[in-house]
């Protein structure tokens, strides 16, 4: 079971650090060749080394390869699927996981931050989806989608954030009931306080009551191991002892 991805070639975009990296690295050890992509080249370069270091369970099976590109611009998703045509061929699986956060009241939040947070989390994965079902059809494919416990619960200060994972949970569904008949399956994992650098948190500071990028990456391979029949819609998953306020 560890190689059952062996032949399948995957993109995960915001793939250089946090859940992103590591479910790059799970996809790769299950046998994938996997493509990432990030706005930094040096976050990408130290990125792939990660990936093609030794670890306690080995090296890689899968090939891993990198690209810049920004998400939230339609011409650099463009640029970016035609590499990954390039360098490895038909995809099987997208993992639509950049992501981007400004957190303050609504009178507080600049137009910039606004499209900035939009354009990343949720127009991002649409011009990424869009190009992965093209590239789909007729074999089919999947694409997960990574949102987030603030798609369905609002917070204060979380305005732009909210709107755009409430936005990507639906555009998931839809997406999922337009092409379910052409074989492509669509998922969206929804996790709450994750253990990584996103919003300037330093991973590993005071956090071991939050879940590990590992873990979100293991529900990741879950889904993909389910037969053809079965589709997870979605999964919520949160810490399991969160501070007691």
């Given at each position: 079971?560890?190689?059952?991805?062996?032949?399948?070639?995957?993109?995960?975009?915001g793939?250089s650090?946090?859940?992103?990296?590591?479910?790059?690295r799970?996809l790769a050890?299950?046998?994938?060749?996997?493509?990432?992509?990030?706005?930094?080249?040096?976050?990408?370069?130290?990125?792939l080394?990660?990936?093609?270091s030794?670890?306690?369970?080995?090296?890689?099976?899968?090939?891993?390869?990198?690209h810049?590109?920004?998400?939230?611009?339609?011409?650099?998703?463009?640029?970016?699927?035609?590499?990954?045509?390039?360098e490895?061929?038909?995809?099987?699986?997208?993992?639509?996981?950049?992501g981007?956060?400004?957190?303050?009241?609504?009178?507080?939040?600049?137009?910039?931050?606004?499209?900035r947070?939009?354009?990343?989390?949720?127009?991002?994965?649409f011009?990424?989806?869009?190009?992965?079902?093209l590239?789909?059809?007729?074999?089919g494919?999947?694409?997960?989608?990574?949102?987030?416990l603030?798609?369905?619960?609002?917070?204060?200060?979380?305005?732009?954030?909210?709107?755009?994972?409430?936005?990507?949970?639906?555009?998931?569904e839809?997406?999922?009931?337009?092409h379910r008949?052409?074989n492509?399956?669509?998922s969206?994992?929804?996790?709450?306080?994750?253990?990584?650098?996103?919003?300037?948190?330093?991973?590993?500071?005071?956090?071991?009551?939050?879940?590990?990028?590992?873990?979100v990456?293991?529900?990741?391979?879950?889904?993909?191991?389910?037969?053809?029949?079965?589709?997870?819609?979605?999964?919520e998953?949160?810490?399991s002892?969160?501070p007691?306020?």
């Open positions: 079971m560890q190689q059952f991805l062996s032949g399948q070639k995957a993109l995960v975009t793939g650090k946090g859940i992103g990296l590591e479910i790059a799970a050890t299950s046998g994938a060749d996997v493509a990432i992509c990030s706005r930094s080249q040096k976050s990408l370069d130290q990125a080394v990660q990936l093609t030794d670890s306690k369970e080995g090296p890689p099976a899968g090939r891993t390869v990198s810049v590109a920004d998400v939230s611009n339609s011409a650099d998703v463009s640029r970016l699927f035609q590499f990954v045509d390039r490895l061929g038909a995809l099987d699986i997208l993992i639509n996981n950049a981007s956060g400004v957190f303050r009241p609504v009178s507080e939040l600049t137009v910039e931050e606004w499209d947070t939009i354009g990343t989390n949720l127009s991002g994965a011009y990424c989806s869009r190009e992965a079902v590239r789909f059809r007729p074999k494919g999947w694409i997960i989608n990574i949102s987030s603030a798609g369905k619960n609002p917070f204060a200060g979380g305005a732009a954030y909210n709107a755009s994972k409430f936005g990507l949970n639906g555009f998931s839809a997406l999922m009931l337009d008949h052409d492509v399956r669509v969206y994992i929804m996790p709450g306080s994750v253990d990584t650098e996103f919003n300037g948190h330093v991973q590993g500071e005071k956090s071991e009551w939050k879940i590990a990028p590992e873990d990456a293991e529900i990741a391979l879950d889904i993909l191991r389910k037969p053809a029949r079965t589709l997870v819609s979605r999964v998953v949160r810490p002892r969160p007691k306020k």
